[in-house]
T-cell receptor, first 114, second 119 residues
Framework: QQQVKQSPQSLIVQKGGISIINCAYE??????FPWYQQFPGKGPALLIA?????SEKKEGRFTISFNKSAKQFSLHIMDSQPGDSATYFC?????????????FGQGTTLQVKP | GAVVSQHPSWVICKSGTSVKIECRSL??????MFWYRQFPKQSLMLMAT?????????EQGVEKDKFLINHASLTLSTLTVTSAHPEDSSFYIC???????????????FGNGTRLTVT
């Protein structure tokens, strides 16, 4: 119940295309769903996050779509660029304040071809 | 923005020795820090939750006597890998959340990780 399942494992997209990464969770107590971007040898950096009271959140080229009934959420990267090539992790946590532990998905390696 | 600094960024040690990794929040205070381990091409696995002024909480399967965590101040947590072995070689990453105002799910900021290689 603590798992967050992410797919696909890897993704190749042409420059300018849309990259879509999906995640699913089981624990309905999760109430915070962030996406992180990680470059090789670096720590993850927060991209965008959503709470279950909204169905979509957009920040620049990045959009999270959230389906509470299906317990799924996805990241859409519009106009994908070679600089977006990285590993992307979805995550989930529950609880407020500073105690919520993040549970990560398995990761998706994105390659954007020029 | 909030910055979490980890030191060292990489370390090589001999089997049987101990290694200490530091995690500092540079411009905010963190009552809680989290330590993750990441093997190549794998996800981040939570090892333990570090609480300022109290004992760390370890995830199932993580040996607390092997991975010693000390959170002595609101800006510093340390992870000591004791009697390191080659199978402990991994990428260790810490994270922290700004405690100011006990913000609801305020973002978790990650350090740049420490690459540990045990020979």
């Amino acid at each position: 119940q603590q798992q967050v399942k992410q797919s696909p494992q890897s993704l190749i997209v042409q420059k300018g295309g849309i990259s879509i990464i999906n995640c699913a969770y089981e624990n309905t107590a999760f109430d915070y769903f962030p996406w992180y971007q990680q470059f090789p040898g670096k720590g993850p950096a927060l991209l965008i996050a959503i709470r279950p009271d909204v169905s979509e959140k957009k920040e620049g080229r990045f959009t999270i779509s959230f389906n509470k009934s299906a317990k799924q959420f996805s990241l859409h990267i519009m106009d994908s660029q070679p600089g977006d090539s990285a590993t992307y992790f979805c995550a989930a946590s529950r609880g407020s304040g500073n105690t919520g532990k993040l549970i990560f998905g398995q990761g998706t390696t994105l390659q954007v071809k020029p | 923005g909030a910055v979490v600094s980890q030191h060292p960024s990489w370390v090589i040690c001999k089997s049987g020795t101990s290694v200490k990794i530091e995690c500092r929040s540079l411009d905010f205070q963190a009552t809680t820090m989290f330590w993750y381990r990441q093997f190549p091409k794998q996800s981040l696995m939570l090892m333990a939750t570090s609480n300022e002024g109290s004992k760390a909480t370890y995830e199932q399967g993580v040996e607390k006597d092997k991975f010693l965590i000390n959170h002595a101040s609101l800006t510093l947590s340390t992870l000591t890998v004791t009697s390191a072995h080659p199978e402990d070689s991994s990428f260790y990453i810490c994270s922290a959340r700004d405690r100011t105002g006990v913000k609801y799910n305020s973002p978790l900021h990650f350090g740049n990780g420490t690459r540990l290689t045990v020979t």
